[in-house]
């Protein structure tokens, strides 16, 4: 079973940046599929980001803002966001993508 832990929320301006990190213990992280998801108040998570292996795919609102990544050494996948809008604030969840584990989230909050 995977256990996941996120951290690297807080509050920024529009314009500004957050990292996010997600740190997976009880599996073998290398070889596991990870994913980024949001959901802000009154709606549906959405996915934002995936890695697997050195493919990335991302959700066309953060193309160009947001970058998936991981450190396999540390078993950390991070969410660098920059040029963060209000539309962004969200709670944000890792996700094993493979065995299908969710983190507590985190929560994101821009101002305007």
């Known amino acids: 079973q995977v256990q996941l832990v996120e951290s690297g929320g807080g509050l920024v301006q529009a314009g500004g940046s957050l990292r996010l990190s997600c740190v997976a213990s009880?599996?073998?992280?290398?070889?596991?599929?990870m994913g980024w998801y949001r959901q802000a108040p009154g709606k549906q998570r959405e996915f934002v980001a995936h890695?697997?292996?050195?493919?990335?795919i991302y959700a066309d609102f953060v193309k160009g803002r947001f970058t998936i990544s991981r450190d396999n050494a540390k078993n950390t996948v991070y969410l660098q966001m920059n040029s963060l809008k209000p539309e962004d604030t969200a709670v944000y969840y890792c996700?094993?993508?493979?065995?299908?584990?969710w983190g507590q989230g985190t929560q994101v909050t821009v101002s305007s």
């Open positions: 009880g599996s073998i992280f290398r070889d596991n599929a």
């Open positions: 890695i697997s292996g050195g493919r990335t």
């Open positions: 996700r094993d993508d493979d065995f299908g584990s």
